[in-house]
């Protein structure tokens, strides 16, 4: 079994290297069309931005979710708030959409969530 081994000058090793890496994901959200005019996006910079800044304290609810259910200790003794984050969280998720939609009325009245969609569809002053 005498096998002759090749080495490679650097250069060669790095070419080789180079063309077998696949493509990144790009990190921000990719634009997909849309067919449905509730999810088409708006042209409203700030309504984009606060919907961004909810997507992004649902990530955070979610992640601390997960520790706690992770975690035996934290789990016995914070398990009961863990139903609670998840709620929370995906409430911020179903209020970005809404935000993030160019028809908020039509987005609003797509909520999966019965109570939230009551209270957004709700008429009148808030007093």
Known sequence: MNKAVRFRSP???????????????PIRRVEVPVTDPA?????????????????????????LANSIARDGIMAARHGSAVPTLDNVGETLGQLAVVLRSATPEL????????ELRARLQRRGSIN
Request: proline share 6%; hydrophobic share 40%; glycine share 2%.
């Open 11 to 25: 250069e060669q090793f790095r070419r080789e290297a180079v063309a077998q890496v696949a493509p990144r994901r």
């Open 39 to 63: 999810l088409a996006q708006t042209d409203h910079p700030l309504s984009r931005r606060l919907a961004e800044e909810l997507d992004f304290a649902w990530r955070q609810l979610n992640s």
């Open 107 to 114: 987005a609003a009245d797509r909520v999966p969530g019965a």
